[in-house]
């Protein structure tokens, strides 16, 4: 069994696999109806047809390089692959042993725009004809893009801009039955549609949640929070919400000025603040140059034009809409009368003046970790004996107040469903007021720690598993993707909001079902700048893609599908694939692997602000070498589809890396060795259970730690290390 393969937890994996045995069957059902299902539904469904057709065909059969590039999925004939070693381009591929492995097969890999050659040089492709129909997916909403001109910073220097314009209008994001958006207000209603609004009834009803101690005692963050005053307007508030819906509706972004001051109440962005009174139905918007709630928040406060934030929003029910949004009125109406109407879903919200709940209403369990911006502790909820995840998002020096951006990403989160996300229910708030907690579902593991405790990597079905699950996510996150322009002056802000920045292992969480799931997708970073932890942590560099390192101005969802690559290498090595200390430590270890970028490859390289000449001149591409596709020297063996796939994802230019939709087409997740199904994936103890110090002891065994064990054991009882 797998499980005994990963660091004999054999017996465990045993009572939990007899315990699940009828589930596990069930769900081995389910799985194989997935797995059998995408194949069909990239048939049946015309939109996924047409997604594939605009990443340019690089989904199976007959797909493109993702580096822009044409390129077979069988060895193209020998005379096309011919040339000598001289000729190769940096950043090229040069195929290690595994080339004589195989028989002495020309190895077909690709980089940065150049095919790869064998080992000793005795082939190397001629780039092909660039193929123009490979866009990358931009994000169907975008704030602020009202905004005049886009506004760079230096994010080398701590500043940071995401400018990303559309360049075609991509398809509307998927998004759950749960946020189905009335038929009328689809034009407008999106998952990112929040409106915050302040009514003087919560702050009495949130200073009834009285004193709490229970997730008090590490806190060292007590300042004055403004959140008891506030709410999100309605979004279980059937009456309001449909007068709140009602109103923005008519606050199209494409309407007139009029309209737009009137939208700009109802959709406050950074530092403006709606109230609402409930019994009367009154709405008055408000802002803040703070960009927060403030304890006068209830006097009247000007509309500034420039704070406005403006979505452009798309309701992915209603793909017409979506992708026509110069649609007349009159044509969307048509469009509308043709639709029959859906029956709303439960729309999950807070209510802020109905109140968050206290976290007095959970009960501590034990501090499962600590982030760089965030405490996360395992806890039960009192009410219904649910045993949740509680993130405590670190607040230190939010003095004026609760940032509002960070209320209208909650409830960003807060409608994500999906099931490589990992799922935040609710917010509490701290006895104080002064502090709130995300309340997430539990998973037992992060895979970080797993990769860790294991004694061997992922098996290539297991690691296809996991690269399937992790994909599903990145594309469910890219399709409800948030672009943001940040305002010039970055303090201005104060925080940053995006949800790519942050792929990396110890943010993939694992339960015992052998499901992944995504967590920390930006939230966290509202509270501080990226570049300023709030802890002294070290950011890890090694997930982080070179035109981010290199201090690009503008990115894309591609950085996330440079983390994808890294990570699929390091499932594959259980080892990480650059693990830098610095950036440029970090670029260095990129280049000399798979070669130093040019112009060619990269077209845009040489003017990104880190470039130096000093970088390490390393003409070829040898990710080959770390990954043969046959191998007697340990090294993790990968097909020569699943080599593509990892190259595909590793590629310089942001423009040609693959994108997770055409990721999870690829034909490497359709060859032999199979996906492995959720069901029989290695399970292992739930170390997010036990104290941080047994875990350090159980990860990195050494006497002191075990001695440090013993006088713990004595805290955990009977229990025994596995509970
Ligand atoms: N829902 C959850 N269930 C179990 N453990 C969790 C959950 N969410 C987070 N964790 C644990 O807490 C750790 C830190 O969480 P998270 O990444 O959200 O915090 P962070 O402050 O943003 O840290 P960083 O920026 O370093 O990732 C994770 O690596 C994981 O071990």
């Known amino acids: 069994m797998a499980a005994g393969r990963h660091g004999g937890y054999r017996d465990y994996e045993a009572r939990e696999r007899e315990l699940d045995a009828a589930e596990a069957s069930r769900r081995s059902k389910e799985q194989h109806h997935h797995l059998s299902g995408r194949h069909h539904r990239g048939d049946a469904d015309p939109r996924r047809e047409a997604d594939r057709r605009r990443d340019g065909g690089r989904s199976r059969g007959g797909r493109e390089l993702s580096n822009g590039y044409g390129h077979r999925r069988s060895p193209p004939p020998r005379s096309r692959l011919s040339a000598r070693v001289g000729d190769r381009e940096p950043g090229e591929v040069v195929s290690g042993s595994a080339s004589d492995d195989s028989g002495g097969r020309p190895h077909r890999a690709r980089e940065n725009g150049v ?8 082939s190397a492709a001629a780039p092909m004809a660039p193929s123009p129909s490979k866009k990358r997916k931009f994000s169907p909403i975008i704030w602020d893009r009202d905004s005049p001109k886009p506004m760079h910073s230096d994010v080398a220097k701590g500043k940071k801009t995401v400018e990303s314009v559309p360049t075609e209008l991509p398809p509307p994001p998927p998004l759950p039955p749960q946020d189905y958006i009335p038929e009328r207000l689809a034009v407008e209603k999106s998952p990112m549609d929040v409106e915050l609004a302040v009514a003087a009834e919560s702050a009495e009803q949130l200073q009834e949640h009285g004193e709490s101690t229970v997730m008090e005692e590490e806190e060292e963050y007590s300042t004055m929070r403004n959140i008891s005053t506030s709410r999100w307007a309605g979004a279980n508030d059937d009456e309001e919400e449909g007068s709140a819906q009602r109103k923005k509706k008519s606050a199209s972004p494409a309407d007139s000025s009029e309209l737009g001051q009137r939208k700009k109440a109802l959709s406050p962005e950074l530092g403006e603040v709606v109230a609402s009174d409930v019994s009367g139905g009154r709405t008055v918007s408000r802002s803040s140059d703070s960009g927060r709630l403030g304890a006068d ?9 420039d704070d406005y934030m403006d979505v452009d929003r798309v309701d992915a029910g209603n793909s017409d809409v979506a992708n026509h949004q110069s649609d007349t009125d009159s044509e969307y109406e048509v469009r509308r009368s043709e639709t029959p109407e859906p029956v709303k879903p439960p729309h999950r919200c807070i209510n802020m003046l109905q109140g968050c709940r206290s976290v007095d209403e959970f009960e501590r369990l034990n501090k499962i970790n600590e982030g760089t911006y965030g405490v996360v502790y395992r ?3 009192k009410k219904t004996g649910e045993i949740v995840a509680l993130k405590k998002v670190k607040m230190e020096k939010e003095r004026e107040g609760f940032p509002l951006t960070s209320l209208r990403e909650i409830n960003i989160l ?3 469903h999906h099931p490589s996300i990992v799922d935040v229910k609710e917010v509490v708030v ?10 997430m579902e539990y998973m037992e593991h992060d895979l970080k720690g797993v990769m860790e405790a294991m004694k061997q990597p992922y098996s290539q079905s297991e690691v296809k598993c996991l690269m399937l699950q992790l994909l599903e996510g990145v594309k469910y996150l890219h399709d409800n993707w948030v672009l943001h322009r940040y305002p010039q002056t970055y303090s201005d802000v104060g925080c940053t909001c995006d949800f790519t920045r942050d792929l990396k292992t110890s943010n993939l969480l694992l339960n015992n079902r052998g499901e992944l799931k995504i967590c920390d997708f930006g939230l966290s970073r509202q509270y501080g700048s990226p570049l300023k932890p709030y802890t002294q942590l070290v950011v890890t560099l090694w997930y982080r893609a070179p035109e981010l390192l290199l201090g690009t101005k503008e990115y894309s969802t591609a950085i996330d599908m440079w983390s994808v690559g890294c990570i699929m290498a390091e499932l594959l090595a259980k080892e990480p694939l650059f693990n830098g200390k610095t950036e440029f430590e970090q670029l260095d270890k990129i280049f000399r692997t798979l070669g130093t ?6 077209p845009g390289y040489a003017k990104l602000p880190g470039v130096k000449v000093n970088f390490v001149k390393q003409p070829y591409n040898r990710l080959r070498d770390k990954f043969p596709a046959a191998s007697f020297s340990g090294r993790p063996i990968l097909s020569e589809a699943g080599f593509d796939l990892l190259n595909s994802l590793l590629t310089y230019d942001p423009d040609k890396r693959l994108s997770a939709d055409a990721a999870l087409q690829h034909e490497w997740f ?3 060795p199979l996906p492995k199904s959720k069901d029989f994936m290695p399970t292992f103890p739930a170390l997010n259970e036990l104290d941080r110090r047994t875990k350090r002891y159980l990860k990195s065994p050494d006497p002191l730690e075990e001695q440090r064990l013993k006088e713990l054991q004595g805290n955990i009882g009977n229990r025994g290390l596995f509970g």
């Open 115 to 122: 095919s790869s050659s064998s080992r000793d040089g005795e």
């Open 297 to 305: 928040e209830n006097e009247d406060l000007e509309v500034n034009k």
């Open 379 to 381: 806890a039960r909820d």
């Open 414 to 416: 807060l409608s994500f």
């Open 430 to 439: 701290g006895s104080s007021l002064d502090s709130i907690f995300m309340v």
């Open 597 to 602: 970028p040019n112009e060619k490859i990269w």
């Open 670 to 672: 359709r060859e032999v």
